[in-house]
């Protein structure tokens, strides 16, 4: 019955708006390009900032109570890099709310939850702009959607990647500084059912709706000759006039809500949404009209390996949009969302973060009676701790400081940092301590190493490492 309403809709959805929507209503709903070269086709405007300046990024910001004024020596020292430069930029992860007069609901696997005053926060740390697309930007709604947007720019943080509308959530984020305005383009590529944001279509017809803004993405299971005549013969065998047999001789195959291709390589490839695809290009050069320096963001958990966090290597297709954005206009690209550390290239001079992990973990996951009692697995004697366990690489993570001087990144600063913090009281681990000795250098080998693909030397100085950009 599921399958029979999902072929249906698309039809009855033609349908309605055959009887519905009038010839001129019709001709005012402009199609957005599909074309994502439409933005590639010319030279974007060049940085405009000429004189030095500074970006500090950190990865994912997961916490639930104030930290800004922990009485902690080492944590000081890390945010002393942090309001070092010009600009810091973090991924925020969660909600913002005050549970006790919050009237929204909330939504799927684990809300990750943190106290209305973090946007004030997140401020007194020196975070100065956040990427609100991910994952958990709609575990309470809109509703804790919008409240989060309204705290943060009450606490006068910029943020980008979610708005009441998907032109509000691709529009970059602008921040000015005595230097010049720097914008922040932000997008995910993981998210919860109708997270996305809509634009009122056509002309007011349907209302907006509050999300964020979202990359689809379509997995394709990548097979060899012998594995995809496996799924052909299946397919075939259980075709019916909804689902019918593929082709003799397709290389790609749709079965069980799955798609199967035939590759000499093996794995899980990613194709992007036209549409998204072109709007995400499209608002990297609208913001370099506006911004003096643009940087792009992207929370995505996905992976080759179907694995959607601890993984170091990142997806192909995150290789590609990176250098699109890069070629649309952003001076750099930071990743975040899988909480892994991974590799740094430099692209057309430009340096593209694969993975800073996480920077703040102290995170307060809540769970719905619906995600802890269910039948289905089978009970258990003891229902589990719906919070995750965490694995030892999520503790590792780097600042970095992306030095810009002329108008060009001349190098990257890269700042191991530890949270795990063996050896000292608990309440202290998941807050940032500056790596150093064999800590720092295990971290900063591992950079190294996964680094190599990308063509990218970083040298290893004391306890920090330097890529030094021609």
């Known amino acids: 019955m599921r399958d ?3 072929r249906l809709f698309p039809l009855a959805l ?7 929507i009038t010839p001129a209503a019709r001709a005012q709903a402009s199609e957005p390009s599909k074309d994502p070269g439409e933005f590639l086709n010319t030279s974007p ?10 970006v500090v990024s950190v990865g994912d910001v997961l916490y639930a109570h104030p930290l800004a004024a922990v009485d902690d020596p080492e944590f000081r020292k890390v945010l002393a890099l942090l309001r070092s430069g010009d600009v810091a930029i973090a991924n925020q992860e969660g909600v913002f709310i005050d549970l006790a007069t919050f009237r929204g609901e909330a939504y799927g696997h684990g809300q990750l939850w943190g106290e209305g005053t973090l946007p004030a926060d997140i401020k007194a740390l020196g975070i100065d702009m956040v990427s609100v697309a991910g994952n958990h930007a709609t575990d309470f709604g809109s509703k804790g959607l919008m409240e989060t947007l309204r705290l943060l720019d009450a606490a006068g943080v910029t943020h980008a990647g979610s708005g009441p509308t998907l032109t509000h959530a691709r529009s970059a984020g602008l921040l000015n500084t005595p230097k010049g305005v720097v914008g922040l383009v932000a997008t995910a590529s993981t998210f919860k059912v109708n997270a996305g944001a809509n634009d009122a279509y056509p002309e007011g017809e349907t209302p907006a709706r509050p999300g964020i803004n979202a990359l689809r993405t379509n997995s394709i299971i990548l097979v060899n000759a012998g594995q995809l005549a496996t799924v052909r013969r299946l397919a075939t065998e259980l075709a019916s006039p909804l689902d019918p047999a593929p082709a003799a001789d397709a290389i790609e195959i749709s079965f069980g809500e799955r798609t199967y291709r035939l590759s000499d390589r093996k794995g899980l490839h990613y194709d992007m949404d036209l549409y998204d695809h072109a ?9 370099k009209e506006r911004a003096g320096l643009v940087a ?3 929370h995505a958990h996905e992976s080759a390996t179907g694995v959607d966090d601890d993984t170091p290597e990142p997806p192909d297709f995150l290789i590609r949009l990176f250098h699109d954005a890069v070629d649309a206009g952003a001076d750099m690209v930071m990743g975040g969302g899988p909480h892994a550390l991974r590799g740094v290239e430099i692209y057309k001079g430009r340096p593209i973060l694969y993975g800073l992990g996480i920077f703040l973990f102290k995170a307060d996951i809540k ?4 995600t802890v009692f269910r039948a289905f697995p089978p009970l258990q004697a003891e229902m589990p701790d719906p ?14 400081v992306t030095d810009f001087d002329g108008g060009r990144a001349r190098r990257v600063r890269l700042y191991p940092i530890d949270l795990m913090n063996e050896g000292s009281v608990p309440s202290r681990r998941g807050i940032p301590h500056r790596a150093s000795g064999a800590n720092a250098q295990r971290i900063l080998k591992k950079l190294q190493e996964d680094s190599v693909r990308f063509g990218t030397r970083i040298t290893i100085e004391g ?5 030094r950009i021609p």
């Open 4 to 6: 029979l309403a999902k």
């Open 367 to 370: 769970a719905l009676q619906e």
């Open 279 to 287: 709007g995400l290009l499209k608002s990297v050069r609208e913001a």
């Open 463 to 467: 306890d920090v490492g330097l890529i």
């Open 387 to 400: 919070r995750p366990n965490s694995p030892r690489s999520w503790f590792d993570s780097v600042l970095a």
């Open 14 to 20: 033609a349908l309605a708006a055959t009887a519905v």
């Open 45 to 54: 405007k060049p940085m405009t900032i000429k004189a030095p300046f500074s």
């Open 296 to 298: 792009f963001t992207i």
